[in-house]
């Protein structure tokens, strides 16, 4: 993959996919994100394949890359007899998996999971065997990309050595990445600014890196280790600009697509704030 800095942020498919790749053109973007769907319902959504296939076609002209999110429900941890089911996270993530193939997306984006009230290894072999059901019958090239979490729901999903972990132990570890989000690291405790080398070299001892396929870039408002997941504009928040610019431009992240999760700014886009974080990389 090239090294050239990709910058972007999470856009509205309000209008569509293709509409949405367009207007993270126009801002300067050179990747977004999206929500495949309803962002607050697991609902299923027919696959527009001419809206997506305009998106992908339209990626393609810009070199555009882009990722899908999915909705907030989604909970890899669900059991058989949870409400929401596995059965039904399943049938969703699949759904997602193909409206991001269609719109030409690198994958899906799926925070680690919750276990609320279960016990830490019936968490996991749940989360391990919603992962298994959703892409054994899954032959896109889209991958599901697991997200670090920040804590405030349960310690679960905050290392490296976890997400790293979860991956090796699927029957699909070829069609999973991971996608780190610089907030939650920070929020976590995993990541301190002032000491970006340590999570360097655990990326690399860990394996993490070669399989990092989306950031997040997020500063964040409440401190180091607070285990609040609350984002703020980058180098308006307590990691700082000093500490997500040694971070961002660092051999590993080179590259990646990297999405602002902010706030718009007034003009009702982040083009300022893309086009600040790409100053970074100017010689």
């Known amino acids: 993959m090239s090294t050239e800095p990709r910058i972007g942020a999470h856009v509205s498919i309000r209008s569509g996919y293709a509409q949405a790749a367009r207007a993270a053109w126009r801002s300067g973007a050179g990747c977004f994100q999206y929500f495949p769907k309803n962002p607050r319902s697991l609902q299923l959504k027919a696959v527009d394949t001419r809206d997506a296939g305009a998106c992908a076609s339209y990626c393609r002209e810009k070199g555009l890359l882009c990722v899908a999110h999915t909705p907030y429900p989604t909970n890899l941890a669900a059991g058989d007899t949870d409400s929401p089911s596995r059965e039904v996270m399943v049938r969703s993530l699949l759904n997602d998996l193909e409206i991001a193939e269609a719109c030409g997306s690198l994958g899906?984006?799926?925070?680690?999971?919750?276990?609320?009230?279960?016990?830490?290894?019936?968490?996991?072999?749940?989360?391990?065997?919603?992962?298994?059901?959703?892409?054994?019958?899954?032959?896109?090239?889209?991958?599901?990309?697991?997200?670090?979490?920040?804590?405030?729901?349960?310690?679960?999903?905050?290392?490296?050595?976890?997400?790293?972990?979860?991956?090796?132990?699927?029957?699909?570890?070829?069609?999973?990445?991971?996608?780190?989000?610089?907030?939650?690291?920070?929020?976590?405790?995993?990541?301190?600014?002032?000491?970006?080398?340590?999570?360097?070299?655990?990326?690399?001892?860990?394996?993490?890196?070669?399989?990092?396929?989306?950031?997040?870039?997020?500063?964040?408002?409440?401190?180091?280790?607070?285990?609040r997941d609350r984002h703020a504009g980058v180098g308006r928040g307590q990691i700082g600009e000093k500490g997500l610019k040694e971070l961002l431009t660092s051999e590993p992240l080179l590259g990646k697509p990297a999405i602002l999760e902010t706030e718009k700014g007034t003009d009702g886009t982040h083009r300022d704030e893309i086009a600040a974080v790409l100053s970074w990389f100017e010689a």
């Open 108 to 227: 899906v984006v799926v925070h680690f999971g919750h276990f609320q009230k279960l016990p830490p290894l019936q968490g996991y072999q749940n989360i391990i065997q919603c992962i298994n059901e959703t892409l054994h019958s899954w032959t896109g090239t889209a991958k599901l990309l697991i997200e670090n979490q920040a804590g405030n729901g349960g310690f679960e999903g905050t290392t490296l050595e976890e997400l790293v972990k979860i991956r090796e132990l699927s029957r699909y570890p070829e069609k999973i990445g991971f996608c780190f989000d610089t907030c939650h690291a920070f929020a976590a405790g995993i990541w301190n600014p002032e000491r970006s080398g340590d999570l360097l070299e655990s990326g690399y001892r860990l394996n993490y890196w070669p399989h990092l396929t989306a950031v997040h870039l997020n500063d964040s408002r409440y401190p180091y280790s607070s285990k």
